[in-house]
């Protein structure tokens, strides 16, 4: 255990020092992130205007689920962002020779994924507060676990995103940062699950994603989230983990067979 | 076990296909490391030798055949085998972003190397990178990049190294000295040695044995003198030649 434990934060290490070594990437991590909270904080400042005091909780909302969707968003783009990184810089091999085992590389690149979301969300929180006076402790202590289920739903489609890279190389990018644009609309971030048409709702309650963002607004408009909804989160989440992790695996037997490891990213 | 699970590498009826290409890259290959010995891997470009040192680090499953490696397959047996080993080739590098000796330290983490800062330290002298150890990997020069790719592969102690052209990108001068650094250490350890190379005068002169191959089958093998003798050749270059040419040895008597 303390020997994987040591193989864990060497790896951690190599992610964290790539930042300190760049300001250019310590400043991508938050750039986006603090873009869109402005865009649409302002939108937002505006149509309350335009609606007068009726709208007053549509901050509230939008700010929330801005911030809450960027965990699950970061979080995959941070897991998959590591293995691309090993293969931009032609070290793959040397990682797929180390004496470390699958999940204590997948150990490091979660630990790297919760670092950098948590700094972002701070960014985030605290920019909130003082621009929009908005805070999120107003969820309350569910916001905790439904940002940890955010970050797991995160990481298991960083999983399967991850294994596409390895399958298709460079030409999955598309794929890669589309992905999580894809399960926007239908996670339910900004608007409830009745609000979509019938089809689109069926789609929507295949998503933990989903659950998770009813439970935000629910907690934000002051009610509880019910033991059932947490049943869905945790057992989706658990199934998609399974999903990415084996869809990783597969993809790697793959091109191994084919014998594509050492030359990803070179086609 | 005893004598099969010690020896450091063991390669019976290996094939290897890319998919889409018609001929086999390795095509029914034997061939063995014994402890201690230095084997140099031949052959014209696309013969195969990269290919087969793939297969023996566990990055190419295998369409039939078997690598041991200490008696353990790479494949469904990395634990035993991964941390006995290591690899350093012109075609994998180390990550531009970090600096040289950041690149060692989280090496010598991943392997659990002891007392490491002593050792990088040792290797840094040895192959007299000290001047550029806090330099980034990426402004190094092709040369002083693969002498950090050795003190890397060397870092971990393996009890057999691969090197894929390590002398490529080397001026004479660093290219003998390295020779002269491995032999010794080689020497000290009773490592084993699996290279390839391009470069028959070092061939010669580093292996004890080498083996030949040609569109990935074995064409000869044995100690230099030994296949000189046999082909009635007077330097490897000449074989080596005559195989890319005419596609066989042919035993002139
Ligand atoms: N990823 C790949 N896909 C298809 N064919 C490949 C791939 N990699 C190698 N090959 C082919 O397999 C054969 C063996 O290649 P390999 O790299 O093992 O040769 P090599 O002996 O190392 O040559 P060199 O001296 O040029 O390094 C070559 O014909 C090569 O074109
Ligand atoms: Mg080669």
Redesign the pocket.
Known sequence: MSQSFRRISAIFQRYVLLHRRSLIRAFDICFWPVMDLLIWGFVTMYLQQLAGGSAAQVIVFLIGALISWDIHYRGQQAVTISLMEEIWTRNIVNMLIAPIRLWEWIAASFLYATLKVGLVTLILCVLAKTLYAFEIVRVGWTFVPLAASLLLFGWAIGLLTAGLLLKFGYAAEALIWGIPFLLQPFSCVFYPVESLPHWAQRMARCLPSTYAFEALRASLRGGTVEWSVWGWIVGLNVSYFALGLGCLIWCFQDARAA??LS?LGQE | MGFMSTRPLEIAQLVFR?P??GAP?VDRLEMTVEPGEIVGLL??????????LQAVLGLLQPASGTVRVFGHSPLSDRTHVLPRINFASVDVDLPSNLAARECLRIVAGLYGVRDAARQIDALIAQFELGSLQRHLVGSLSAGEHMRLKLCKALLTSPELLILDEPTLNLDPYMAQKVRELLKSIQRQRGMSILH?S?NMQEVETFCDRIVF?HHGKKLAEGTPRDILARFQSHSLDELFIRVAVSGELFQVR
């Open positions: 014998g594509r030359r | 890319y889409n290409a890259a052959g014209p470009n696309g013969a195969g030798k990269t290919t087969t390839t391009h191959l």
